[in-house]
């Protein structure tokens, strides 16, 4: 560092009028030779910088390679199902659009022996719908001591203001118990299956229908119906 400093004063002070390295006072002489070394450390080490960084080293990418797709027939590419003839042309077929299935209300004919007694009882509070209704749960049997039941109750319906249980059927011992046609239908019909297919005709089964009021002339009014409706 010595022999750099007088090598640069030596060509510096060679120069007419300049003198970087000397001033008049000594303070001055001072601060200009400090500020030189600062400059040539600078300078020294910009220059080791350069020499010793290496550049950076680039990511190298391998190529993928690509891998090619065989289609078979039976196939299914963006929900469309591949066929491949015997050329080897690929055909994609189109899925036929899928129907929902709707569920069909029963279109059981109701027996014409129940439909004219039905028709001919003064008063009778059984509509189409209704009809319809019990058709979907009953089969001709059981509507047929159904509608036998709604007459010794309540005479069809006439002397009830309920607007569905012609039946005096209090499910789970519901007594205000009136719910829509479709589902009056369905407790009825299920009830009355499995529990009072021989009613009228079975003391036992009528009394318990009945809870034992006035048996005698329940039964008389239910075989008087029951029978008029021969199927």
Known sequence: MKNIFSYVKSKLGGIKGVNLLDGKRRGEVIFRRVFLLVILYILLYLVIRLVTVKPQEQAVIEPVEAVETVLQSGDVVNGQKVEIDESGKVWYIQPEPVTPVVEQASTRVIP????????????????????????????????????????????????????????????????????????????????????????????????????????????????????????
């Open 112 to 231: 014409d022996s129940i439909t004219r007694y039905i028709a001919s009882y003064p008063g009778a509070r059984f509509n189409q719908e209704y009809l319809n209704s019990l058709a979907k749960y009953c089969d001709n049997e059981t509507l047929r001591v159904v509608i036998a039941i709604s007459v010794s109750e309540t005479s069809m319906g006439r002397n009830t203001n309920r607007k569905s249980n012609f039946y005096g059927y209090f499910y789970k011992n519901n007594r205000q118990y009136d719910p829509s046609y479709d589902e009056m239908s369905r407790v009825i019909c299920n009830g009355i299956s499995k529990s009072y297919m021989q009613i009228g005709r079975n003391t036992q089964v009528t009394s318990k229908y009945t809870g034992n009021d006035r048996v005698s002339s329940w039964t008389n009014n239910f075989m008087s119906a029951y029978n008029a409706m021969p199927i």
